[in-house]
Nanobody, 124 residues
Framework: QARLVESGGGSVQAGGSLKLSCAAS???????LTWFRQAPGKEREGVAV??????TYTDSVKGRFTISNDNAKDILYLEMNSLKFEDTAIYYC????????????????????WGQGTQVTVSS
């Protein structure tokens, strides 16, 4: 049974920083490790993905967010800097064990396992 648990969310003022963590267990073949987010009234969107040496970010967070992982501890991180009000959302980590996920990084149906989410709230 694959399982993901996010932590590190909270409330910050605009311009502040947060670092999210995602502890993974029970997975078999994590081809893609990705952070998604969902704001109120909006669809879930991909934020950042790491697969081997490759990292990819959605345009709205480039230069502000950094994704990384600790393979020894099976932890995925998302460092968020210069936070904006529009970054307010529930953030989810997800794993895809489907070989084709490298061509579908930010497409939720390609992901097999999801965490419960952690709330990030940014005040103007």
């Amino acid at each position: 049974q694959a399982r993901l648990v996010e932590s590190g969310g909270g409330s910050v003022q605009a311009g502040g920083s947060l670092k999210l963590s995602c502890a993974a267990s029970g997975y078999m073949y994590p081809y893609c490790l990705t952070w998604f987010r969902q704001a109120p009234g909006k669809e879930r969107e991909g934020v950042a993905v790491i697969r081997g040496a490759t990292t990819t970010y959605t345009d709205s967070v480039k230069g502000r967010f950094t994704i990384s992982n600790d393979n020894a501890k099976d932890i995925l991180y998302l460092e968020m800097n210069s936070l904006k009000f529009e970054d307010t959302a529930i953030y989810y980590c997800a794993i895809s064990q489907q070989p084709g996920c490298h061509s579908h990084f930010f497409e939720p149906p390609w992901y097999d396992t999801w965490g419960q989410g952690t709330q990030v709230t940014v005040s103007s």
